[in-house]
């Protein structure tokens, strides 16, 4: 079965750091177009960050500087690192695979994780 | 940044009604237009990709249309399990990827 798992989600302080990890099951996240997207309680989507098979990425411009996502191939897992977090960082984090067409990557995203919260607070 | 503009914000159906829902982009997208659905407590599922492209496993009720800046997401026969918020999405120039701010569909 496809599928994705996060974990690492908390509560942590502001300006603290967490590190959310992306499982992947049945397919291999080395050759995979990944997203992770947030929600902030009782919102809308919010895309965060990319990454490519040869791992460039691309961040949204209120992470930029401060997560960092990255890929262990040998564990098929994906990994957002986050630090300085803010109150504002405070969501439901998804990884999401984008989806291929004639081996072209479409960014819209086919199978998602069921999300781990995140809680930024003093 | 595109910006994404769904409409209406809520829209309330009878079972077996049509319901229609709205997206408008700040510029043309091509064909480049997804649209998603989360019912609370989950995770989005995609429903539609390039614009009218039906993902795996998505019932026929759904369909999706538009061109250039404007894109309509059908559901014919509305069923109680389609109550959810649904999102369309813009993958043609990024980043940032963006996101409208969704419809909730509600049971009358």
């Known amino acids: 079965e496809v599928q994705l798992v996060e974990t690492g989600g908390g509560f942590i302080q502001p300006g603290g750091s967490l590190r959310l990890s992306c499982a992947a099951s049945?397919?291999?996240?080395?050759?995979?177009?990944i997203s992770w997207v947030r929600q902030a309680p009782g919102k809308g989507l919010e895309w965060v960050s990319n990454?490519?098979?040869?791992?460039?990425?691309y961040y949204s411009d209120s992470v930029k500087g401060r997560f960092t996502i990255s890929r262990d191939n040998s564990k098929n897992t994906l990994y957002l690192h986050m630090n300085s977090l803010r109150t504002e960082d405070t969501a439901i984090y998804y990884c999401?695979?984008?989806?291929?067409?004639?081996?072209?990557?479409?960014?819209?995203?086919?199978?998602w994780g069921q999300g781990t919260t995140v809680i930024v607070s003093s | 940044e595109i910006v994404m503009t769904q409409s209406p914000a809520t829209l309330s159906v009878s079972p077996g009604d049509r319901a229609t829902l709205s997206c408008r982009a700040s510029?043309?997208?091509?064909?480049?237009l997804a649209w998603y659905q989360q019912k609370p407590g989950q995770a989005p599922r995609l429903l539609i990709y390039?614009?009218?492209g039906r993902a795996t496993g998505v019932p026929a009720r759904f369909s999706g249309s538009g061109s250039g800046a404007e894109f309509t997401l059908t559901i014919n026969n509305v069923q109680s399990e389609d109550v959810a918020v649904y999102y369309c999405?813009?993958?043609?120039?990024?980043?940032?990827?963006?996101f409208g701010g969704g419809t909730k569909v509600e049971m009358k």
């Open positions: 999401a695979r984008a989806i291929t067409i004639s081996g072209i990557v479409r960014w819209c995203l086919d199978v």
């Open positions: 049945g397919f291999s996240v080395s050759s995979t177009y």
């Open positions: 990454i490519y098979p040869d791992n460039t990425t």
């Open positions: 510029q043309s997208l091509y064909s480049n």
């Open positions: 390039g614009t009218s």
């Open positions: 999405q813009q993958y043609t120039k990024w980043p940032p990827l963006t």
